[in-house]
């Protein structure tokens, strides 16, 4: 009796410390799923950032400033453009 008694006492113990371990485990898992949400957060609210400042930096109005200040051009006169009409049939 003394020896299952013993026995049952060590079982119990060990299920104990495994109940404390897995716990442990899983509050640091918990722990690192938190941090990655917020860096995930966080690289979603840069990427919306970087897509608004995109979208200034090529406005077109900004890029024929730029082309007109800084390199000096201009549109052409309308006697120097010339139109091309694309083919409608096919290559044969």
Do not use: Y
Not at 12 to 29: E, F, I, M, P, W
Request: aromatic share 2%; glycine share 6%; hydrophobic share 45%.
């Amino acid at each position: 009796m003394i020896r299952i008694s013993a026995i049952l006492v060590v079982l119990v113990v060990a299920s104990a410390l495994a109940v404390v371990n897995l716990t442990h485990r899983s509050r640091g898992l918990v722990k690192a799923q938190e941090r990655e949400q917020a860096r995930s957060r966080a690289l979603e609210a840069e990427w919306t950032q970087l897509q608004l400042e995109n979208g200034t930096w090529a406005a077109p109005a900004r890029v024929e400033k730029i082309a007109r200040e800084r390199l000096g051009m201009n549109q052409p006169a309308r006697d120097h453009l010339l139109s091309l009409e694309a083919s409608t049939g096919g290559a044969r």
